[in-house]
């Protein structure tokens, strides 16, 4: 980066650049805790009234919202990156990438809904 | 972006049949299968989570599921994806701050998460399948 001088035609590639680190930082000291969590519930050492006393703490429910709101931003890039890479027409790569930023807004939507739903 | 007129055929960006195999190139490529392979989890995720959150009947289900053959892949090709993913990951972004940044530690870097990949698979299916 020290070298980089032109951000692109676009001038949007330091910001793709920032916000996919960004998350990725975020998702790296989140995604492994539910993860784990998910492990503790396979193994049986956290029951369904131990889960859901975890995933209702207002502050797992914060993580959780992060963690949702990292993912959608890091995975939308990602996949961005490899649609340019591998599809070379505009005319299907742009239809592709759009529906996949309005899937993923949907699913996180569900999810957040999910997160906050039972009080 | 695409400028050239259709006809003309430039090859796909990361030259897949045409570079040498590498370590580096090995790790690169699988950054991205192994990130695909992530939100392809993602929507079973939430229908664990939305089974798991509701009745006792339904959490006992999905445990049931997650217990079954089907159940316990998922989690393992998650898992390995996931150790892969982080690993890999961290060694992009200590890249990036400028360490490691030269052909030898570039490769050794590249061996070093894939080999804690393969030990990730390991460990995981000795958890989840003995």
Known sequence: MRTVKEPGSAHGGLSD???QRLSAVVLAFLLPLSFLLMLMVFSGA????GLLDILDHVASRVL???LILALMVHA???LKVILEDYVHMLAWRIPLIATMLVLMSGFGIWWLALIWAWA | MNEQPVKYHRPLS???SIYRWRAPMLASIAHRASGVALVLFVPLYLWLLHGMTSSPDHYDATLTWLHSLP???SLWFVGVALVYHFSNGIRFLLIDVGWGESRKMM???ALVVLFIAALASLMFAWLLFL
Do not use: A, E, N
Request: with cysteine; glycine share 10%; proline share 5%.
């Open chain 1, 64 to 66: 959780h919202t992060l």
């Open chain 1, 76 to 78: 939308y890039m990602g």
């Open chain 2, 107 to 109: 490769r050794f870097s």
């Open chain 1, 46 to 49: 956290v029951d369904q009234q």
């Open chain 1, 17 to 19: 650049w920032y916000w």
């Open chain 2, 71 to 73: 159940g316990k892949c």
């Open chain 2, 14 to 16: 990361p030259r897949i």
